[in-house]
């Protein structure tokens, strides 16, 4: 091993973060998997432009956990809307083995990591698609769709809503603005027949960041 590697390796231990004892509660018997996932986003992620230089010393909490704790809210078929780093697509696919995943991502560069993970953690469950979610397919719809970080949510309801079954549900995940954009996306919810709109705080007492999900019934 080279000098400049031990260097990198050394700098990546010393500035991520450590991994938060109720990681383990919450992945059970998946954890290495996520360990694993954790590991290489934290040695590839900004080199590859998947997460910024800040985000190491809180990859877990900010990022991991925060998508992690949703997990419970899915199951069927999942469309990830944008899927990016695999966040939360590739987690909530390590923690969710009995849901089928879509993972959905227009940039090649992103759309090679996405098939690097799933092959390296032998991910059964998890399909990746390159295409925007115009372009996106799917006979009858998915059971659930979801985003984490893509847009607001005038510009993503459009976007999202369409790939729902009828009956089915949007799970977006969003920020502390949530409520201001639910107000400022009033003309899309009713245009794409959202009912019993919602929003759910999640890991209070369990997180240092707790996960804001819109929930919405699409008919």
Do not use: C
């Amino acid at each position: 091993m080279s000098s400049e590697s031990t260097g990198a390796d050394a700098y990546v231990t010393s500035v991520v973060e450590t991994e938060p004892a109720v990681a383990g509660e919450m992945f059970g018997d998946r954890i290495e998997l996520a360990r694993q996932f954790t590991a290489a986003l934290a040695e590839h992620g900004e080199e590859r432009g998947l997460i910024g230089p800040l985000e190491l010393p809180r990859l877990w909490t900010r990022h991991i956990l925060n998508s992690a704790i949703a997990a419970p809210l899915f199951s069927g078929s999942v469309a990830d809307i944008g899927s990016g780093a695999g966040l939360p697509g590739i987690v909530l696919a390590i923690a969710r083995p009995d849901a089928q995943f879509t993972l959905v991502e227009p940039m090649e560069r992103r759309v090679t990591w996405l098939n690097e993970q799933v092959s390296a953690l032998g991910l059964p469950n998890v399909e990746v698609v390159r295409a925007r979610a115009e372009e996106v397919q799917r006979p009858g719809g998915f059971d659930v769709v979801t985003a984490r970080a893509v847009s607001a949510l005038r510009t993503l309801i459009p976007l999202t809503a369409p790939l729902v079954r009828d009956g089915g549900e949007l799970t977006l995940l969003k920020g502390m603005n949530v409520s201001n954009e639910i107000d400022a996306a009033q003309k899309q919810i009713k245009k794409f027949r959202l009912s019993n709109v919602r929003v759910e705080v999640l890991g209070e007492g369990v997180l240092p960041e707790t996960t804001r999900v819109l929930r919405a019934r699409v008919r």
